[in-house]
């Protein structure tokens, strides 16, 4: 990392306060992410019986045609408390910029002015990176896995009973949702070696060197975040290999420009 310069030690120096101070700051910040929280959940909660039918659009379109094309429930409150489950997820989703923001405002004064250029990029691309994890399940990995375990219904008639399947309101949609934040998650992955690499813990020789047992590792990770099936492990194993090598390409770009910039540095102290 590059040495903070005078400048910067007494502008983090400007902003040190007393911990009653830094406690009273943190309330606020957590006050000001409950507010956003739950006008996003209010707003979700609103539309939560669109939003939940735009998750149920890769059921509907496999089962299109069948008499089992509709969702079921047995217990009274089932239905409710998805809409309640479908209003937080959304909730977490929408309000995650402005709980973010309030994160970066309590967290950035206490870093200098090189940290806060260094970090933010990571910050930025942590949503696009959980979004394009989410819409990966949505757009694949959902589809394909409705089909696949579709396929195992059985038409009665020839002396064989009858396998139908009747999709649970409340189970379907926490299966979706576990996999949009196992997969948003894990797709964090880039940012995570990426930052390790920014402040010299992990090399780029020493993750091309450690890949074979980094994938290993990935497998289980998949295995954790997905349903208990090889199926779904496999559509999270893949990515996650493909953003592993990413990874490794994010920390070579990294180790060049901090060679570029000590080698600038040097040349300014020998000029001088």
């Not at 089909?147 to 009747?166: D, R, V």
């Amino acid at each position: 990392m590059i040495p903070p310069s005078p400048e910067d030690e007494a502008a983090l120096e400007a902003t040190k306060a007393p911990l009653m101070e830094h406690l009273l700051e943190l309330r606020t910040r957590l006050i000001w992410a409950m507010v956003f929280f739950s006008i996003s959940f209010g707003i979700c909660f609103y539309f939560s019986g669109a939003i939940l039918q735009f998750l149920a659009v890769p059921l509907h379109k496999a089962l299109a045609g069948q008499s089992n094309n509709h969702f079921i429930y047995t217990a009274l409150t089932e239905v409710f408390f998805t809409h309640v489950k479908v209003a937080m997820f959304g909730g977490i989703c929408l309000g995650f910029p402005a709980i973010a923001a309030q994160l970066w405002i309590f967290v950035a004064p206490g870093l200098y002015k090189h940290e806060r250029r260094a970090f933010l990029p990571f910050l930025a691309w942590t949503p696009v990176l959980f979004i394009m994890g989410a819409a990966f399940v949505y757009y694949v990995t959902l589809p394909a896995a409705i089909l696949f375990f579709e396929s195992y219904q059985i038409t009665p008639g020839g002396g064989a009973i009858g396998i139908e399947l009747q999709a649970k309101v409340s189970e379907y949609l926490d299966m979706v949702m576990a996999l949009m934040i196992g997969f948003g998650l894990t797709f964090q992955l880039p940012v995570l070696i990426s930052l390790l690499g920014k402040v010299g813990i992990v090399a780029a020789k020493g993750l091309r060197e450690t890949r074979r047992f980094a994938y290993v590792g990935l497998f289980g990770v998949a295995g954790i975040f997905t349903p208990q099936d090889a199926f779904s492990m496999l559509s999270l194993a893949v990515p996650l290999v493909a953003l592993y090598e990413i990874s490794i390409l994010s920390v070579m770009l990294i180790e060049r420009e901090r060679k570029k910039q000590d080698a600038a540095r040097n040349k300014d102290i020998v000029a001088s």
